[in-house]
Structure formats: structure tokens, C-alpha cells
């Protein structure tokens, strides 16, 4: 049904855009909302593209890209402002994967994860 790699939503510091996959329009507007925040507020502190991306298991997995050359990309930051999203966000991004999961791959949900 989906290709291998699905993405939700990503931010860039080069075009100052943020992007939100139509697919996921039935988000609530909360959790879309806040999805922003994250994602822009990421690279208005570290700089580069931050995109969260579904592998084909339904996993939702942060990934950072920035221009070769970009003397403004802070990298350690970048490493630690994952983990700080990571652990801050981490009810948020797993009920994505569940929402994803469920209502893209067709997984039942038992409630036990």
C-alpha cells in the first residue's frame, strides 16, 4: 500500500518551511500543532532539515540532514536536541506509531504496547 519509507512532517532552517504529509490531515490539530513546534523550533536552534520519517515496520525515526558546508549546523547540538525530543516527546511520537500502524499498515491494536 505504502512505499518502503513514509514521511510525516519535516522542517528546513535553508527554506524556513515546514511540511506536513496530506496523508496525516486527520491528525488532530493538537498533535499536528505541536508537531510544528518540534520540528521548527529544532532547526531554528540547530539549524539543518529535520524529518520524521516511518520505516516500512511503522517505526517513526528522526532524521537530520544538513548542507555539506554548513558552518552554522551545530552537530553536537543536533545529537542532543534528538535525545531531549526523544525523551520529552516520546508518548507523543509512540502514539504516532500506533496511529500509523493501525490506520496505514492495518495492525490491530491491543492496547498492551
Known amino acids: 500500500m505504502y512505499q518502503e ?3 510525516l512532517c519535516g522542517s ?13 490531515n486527520g491528525l488532530p490539530e493538537q498533535v499536528k ?3 510544528q513546534i ?9 539549524g ?3 524529518t520524521l520519517v516511518y520505516d516500512d515496520d511503522g517505526n517513526l525515526e528522526l532524521e537530520v ?4 558546508g554548513d558552518l552554522l549546523f ?4 543536533s545529537v542532543l536536541k534528538i535525545k531531549e525530543i526523544q525523551q520529552n516527546k516520546r ?12 490506520f496505514f499498515l492495518g495492525e490491530e491494536f491491543d492496547g498492551e504496547e
Open 5 to 7: 519509507r513514509v514521511v
Open 12 to 24: 528546513s532552517a535553508y527554506e524556513r518551511k515546514y511540511y506536513l504529509n496530506e496523508d496525516f
Open 33 to 35: 500543532q505541536e508537531l
Open 38 to 46: 518540534m520540528c521548527v523550533l529544532y532547526t531554528e536552534e540547530v
Open 48 to 50: 539543518g532539515i529535520l
Open 65 to 68: 540532514t544538513s548542507d555539506e
Open 74 to 77: 551545530d552537530e553536537i547540538g
Open 91 to 102: 508518548e507523543l511520537l509512540e502514539a504516532l506509531e500506533i496511529y500509523y500502524k493501525v
